[in-house]
């Protein structure tokens, strides 16, 4: 088997046609000729997650988050993405990310969060096209109060804290965007939504009016969910082929 036919099935669920502008899915690192004999699934293409992949003979490394983002003026194994790269190229193992990729395809990350809450009738929050678009929308199946609200999105997303503005009389209606989601309060609102769960919310964001709330999860907890996904996906299709999920999906993010 080989790299293409992998990508092929993953860019089969999230086309790389419909990343963001910013962004930088796809084959970061390697040949899409290049044989494959073992595929890892992580969140980040970290050095650690590298190291992991050399050890269980994986020679594709799959993540969400890109390991190459913005231009890279050097490479230095003094920073931990150069680390990376270098340690990738050494033992010969490509690097492939699909980031807003699975951001927007349906099913992707904020699904993944609608059915960890259990969401019904859910739907694309920001349609740019048919089963395409970031964040969905979704109903629950019981209205709750804005306090029991909170501890149901703490409690089913495993968060050690939620960031969260006034709390609001009744939530039937949640929209969700997984990662850094502050761009789509504003649609979250206008969708009937009476709360909207994301991640990496600044803080003048918490001045919301009546009837309507922000929670902040964090980044990692809002998408940590597309691993298994990923996992699922190509074990579906690749099921007598050695695909395995990281054993160390580790948030940067220390709380105290």
Request: hydrophobic content about 40%; overall charge negative.
């Amino acid at each position: 088997m080989t790299v293409g036919e992998v990508t092929s099935v993953l860019e089969s669920f999230a086309p790389l046609g419909i990343q963001e502008k910013w962004d930088n899915s796809g084959l970061l690192i390697g040949s899409p000729d290049s044989p494959v004999h073992g595929i890892l699934v992580g969140l980040d293409c970290t050095p650690e997650l590298i190291d992991e992949a050399t050890a269980c003979g994986a020679d594709l490394v799959v993540t969400h988050h890109p390991l190459i983002f913005g231009g890279l003026s050097h490479i230095s194994p003094d920073d931990p993405v150069g680390l990376a790269v270098l340690k990738a190229i050494k033992a010969g193992i490509s690097v492939y990310a699909a980031h807003t990729t699975a951001d927007k395809a349906a099913g992707g990350v904020s699904w993944e969060m609608a059915r960890r809450l259990g969401l019904q009738d859910v739907e694309i929050l920001d349609p740019e096209a048919p089963g395409v678009g970031l964040g969905v929308v979704g109903n629950l199946p019981e209205p709750v109060s804005g306090e029991e609200a909170v501890m149901l999105v703490k409690e089913r997303f495993g968060a050690s804290v939620v960031r969260a503005s006034k709390p609001v009389g009744r939530v039937s209606r949640i929209a969700l965007c997984g990662g850094s989601g502050s761009s789509l309060i504003e649609k979250a609102r206008l969708s009937g939504a009476q709360a909207y769960v994301s991640g990496d919310i600044s803080y003048h964001h918490f001045f919301q009016g009546e009837g309507f709330m922000v929670m902040d999860i964090g980044h990692f907890e809002s998408e940590v969910d597309i691993v298994d996904n990923l996992f699922s996906l190509l074990r579906k299709n690749f099921p007598t082929f050695a695909v395995r999920r990281s054993d160390a999906l580790k948030n940067p993010v220390y709380y105290y």
